[in-house]
């Protein structure tokens, strides 16, 4: 089950604001690289998971995007309706905090890449001495799995284990995180026994999942803002395919990324303009790293063993 943006009108965001905001309890402004991105609701459980997943903005400053989460009978569930001039989307009916939290990164996406040359990736990123590695793939690939197996290794270190930025200074690709916590699932620890006692089982959601900080587990150090992209890694899992794993050059790996809509789900506006906007920038990260491809469909843990191996990460598992 998935979601659909419906592009709005200005007007059209006036006329909802107007019916929402006499309904607003809590106005929250936070940073997401840079950007202030305000939360307004009504449901006090969102407003705490919210302030702990992102960091927080000074009241002073005006905002860059808003996002409004309310229910409404008058709209289906899931609704997601979006202004790109006025940076504001509204979240009608929207149970799933994952959802809600992938629309604001993508909405600070959407203001970094039209302004700033910042360029948004859905997947995950790790530093190893640093040489850092991001992860991407279609749900269900296993990015998840593979990402808090490398954080078993006391070598390796995280920037975002579901979405960073990155800018192209020169040769280097310098990456970035956002989030000051992350949203894990429930089932982490029957794989990685190290994440079992992160979060009390009675605080996860009706998801099976919560936001947890992790650095209890990993430690603080091992959290970076930044790191120098080096290495990408394209997981799949197709029992049809007998390669275990593939260098790809930058054409191949362009041609998988086109095919699966930049490997995100959340993007909010689709154009000619942005598809040559976005097809440049993810052509920069791909010249600028080593690319392979990984079918995930060996265990975790041999799947772990082999993209330690393509980074050059110590294995010890």
Known sequence: MTYTVSLISTEETETLSRRYLPK???????????????????????????????????????????????????YPPDTVLFDPHAKTAFLINVQYYGWIKSIALSLAGDILED????????????????KGLCMVGAP??????????????????????????????????????????????????????????????????????????????????????????????????DPADQNVAQSLDPKTAMQLFCENNYFNPHLLVQSPFKTHMRNRYIGDLLGGTQCYCVNTTGTPKETQKLIRSLAGIKQEI
């Open 24 to 74: 607003v309890r809590y106005e929250i402004k936070s940073e997401i690289y840079g950007c202030c991105i305000k939360l307004l609701c009504g449901d006090h459980t969102l407003r705490d998971t919210w302030e702990d997943s992102f960091y927080s903005m000074s009241q002073n400053v005006r905002s860059h995007g808003r996002l409004f989460v309310y229910k409404d009978p008058l």
């Open 115 to 130: 302004e700033h040359g910042i360029w948004p990736v859905h997947g995950a990123c790790l530093d190893f001495e640093g």
């Open 140 to 237: 269900g690939s296993g990015k998840t799995t593979q990402t808090y197996g490398l954080l078993t290794s006391p070598h390796t270190r995280v920037i975002s284990d579901d979405w960073f930025f990155f800018r192209v200074y020169g040769e280097d690709i310098l990456a970035y995180g956002s989030e000051k916590n992350f949203y894990i699932q429930e089932n982490l620890a029957t794989l990685w026994k190290e994440f079992g006692e992160l979060v009390p089982d009675h605080t996860y959601d009706p998801d099976g999942r919560a936001v947890a900080d992790v650095r209890w587990v990993i430690g603080k150090g091992r959290i970076l803002p930044l790191t120098t992209l080096k290495t990408l890694i394209v997981l799949k899992r």
